[in-house]
């Protein structure tokens, strides 16, 4: 059973920075690519940032290209996502997820292409 931990979110003021991880166990995180994907408040999920599963290929949502950052360190099961320059629109619970398929360097931006999702983390972008 796959089990995914996100951390780090809180309350930061816009222009601000902030690293959330997540911490992943019961399956082999090497073999799986990792995204994050977040829900603002009345809005859908949407998808984040992601990347390959040796990390050599990370992709973002144009709403935050050159703001965040995705890296994973494989040896730890940790994933993560620098977010710089922080805007209030960034305000969203962000969920950790990984991939149903493994080894693909494939770029997946839908939920369906993801089967285990974390609890999520609320970050709040206000003054």
């Known amino acids: 059973q796959v089990q995914l931990v996100e951390s780090g979110g809180r309350l930061v003021e816009p222009g601000g920075s902030l690293r959330l991880s997540c911490a992943a166990s019961?399956?082999?995180?090497?073999?799986?690519?990792m995204a994050w994907f977040r829900q603002a408040p009345g809005k859908e999920r949407e998808f984040v940032a992601g990347?390959?599963?040796?990390?050599?290929?990370?992709y973002y949502a144009d709403a935050v290209k050159d703001r965040f950052t995705i890296a994973r360190v494989n040896a730890k099961n940790i994933v993560y996502l620098q977010l710089n320059e922080l805007k209030p629109e960034d305000t969203a619970i962000y969920y950790c997820?990984?991939?149903?398929?493994?080894?693909?360097?494939?770029?997946?931006?839908?939920?369906?292409?993801?089967?285990?999702w974390g609890q999520g983390t609320q970050v709040t972008v206000s003054l």
């Open positions: 019961g399956r082999t995180f090497s073999n799986y690519g």
């Open positions: 997820t990984m991939q149903r398929r493994t080894y693909t360097n494939a770029r997946y931006d839908k939920e369906a292409d993801y089967d285990a």
């Open positions: 990347i390959t599963w040796s990390g050599a290929i990370t």
